[in-house]
């Protein structure tokens, strides 16, 4: 098995050129510790494999790829392609936004105006030994701004925190994250739409499915599949050649497997609630704005780049300056006060409290992950971005996403 390669194909193309480090304020000789921690990692069993991806000022400075990209052994290449599951997040809360720009709507407007099985809301009161619970009438409407922030108070089925969500959420058949069954956006959310609320809109922070609520919101608003829009609106002016819900059969073969350990080996993790190999099979009818999107680090870096650049990249703005600001700043007040970071519109953005404390960039750094093991961020003011991707379920101890944040902070060096 390999252990560490450059590339063992064509690379994909890539608005981002490279450049050697220094020639981008950076260290090559510090961001070598990339290298050391990848291979203590493979080592360590950590992680089976990663792609781990740096740019500075728009352009790539360190990009590599290390391990396995399946239990075979088969080895990892800078063109392998992983599933970012909630990475999609923010592509989706893009498209709200580009929409919003054309004034098609208000973002504090009821979600119930575009789809009415969300009018009268309800918030869970107790569930019943039989299945069955009562509620209470939402003290407010849910808002498109409330499923933008995970304020809304929708869960999140299989993966929720709440035991008693879980079982709900079950019971109604609501389809987590992805599926190979041939069910549509829009059946999945106007089921969900009659579904008890963890709590009031607005009153807290719960990580649910309001993006794949607003995956279909998306459709009704722009009157197009969710598929088509992005790949139209989003995809082709950034470039983003890789990115799909579901991969083309030409690609098929660049997916890397998703691995567990099992007695101290890597194995393909099995079918259980989804079937991880949904990017390439099934009914392929169901476009998770939460969870849905397969991609490469290449191809999320210019999609982050362009929030660096304040909207625009290669000559197409996607967004205005006065939106990116806009979609920083604090969107849901002290929910997460105290924490070191707030919650915008896209993204989780650190804050004072959190640049103080070491490892996680300047203040206005913008950052999420996905649920099979991937992670990034971006610094506007050191116009730095992060990006590593792994494909790992239910595998503890591993410390590459923190690593890779202090090493590449570490190598600044103008």
Known sequence: MFLFQISGYAQQESLLPKMRPEAAGMSSSRLAYLDTMALEA????????????VARNGKIVYHKAFGAANAAGEPLDLNSIFRIASQTKAITST????????????LDDPISKYIPEFKDAQVLDSLLPDGSYT???????????????HTSGIGYGAIDGDPRFKKIYKKAGITDLFTTEKITIEESVKKLAKLPLHHNPGENFT??????????????????PLDEFFRTEIFEPLKMNNTFFYLPKEKRDLLVSVQT?????????????????YPKKGKMTFFSGGAGLSSTPVDYAQFLQTYLNKGIL????????????FILK?????????????HGLAFSVVDDLGAAKGGNGSAG?????????????????????GIIMKQTQQVGGDETSWKLRNIVFAAIAD
């Open 95 to 106: 498209a709200v936004m580009m929409l919003w720009e054309r004034g098609k709507f208000q």
């Open 135 to 149: 509620t209470k009438p939402a003290a407010r409407p849910i808002t498109i701004r409330h499923l933008l922030t």
């Open 365 to 385: 750094t913008f950052e999420w992950g996905g649920y099979f093991n991937t992670q990034y961020f971006a610094d506007p003011e050191e116009q730095l971005i």
């Open 314 to 325: 290669n000559g197409n703005r996607i967004l205005s300056r006065t939106t990116v600001d």
């Open 42 to 53: 493979l080592a360590q069993k950590q992680v089976p494999g990663m792609v781990a991806l």
């Open 330 to 342: 604090n969107q849901i007040g002290d929910i997460w006060k105290g924490n070191g970071s707030h």
């Open 261 to 277: 350990k099992k007695e101290g080996d890597w194995i393909d993790f099995p079918t259980t609630f989804y079937d991880p190999d």
């Open 207 to 224: 990580y649910s499915e309001g993006l794949d609520v607003l995956g279909y919101f998306i459709e009704i608003i722009s009157g197009k």
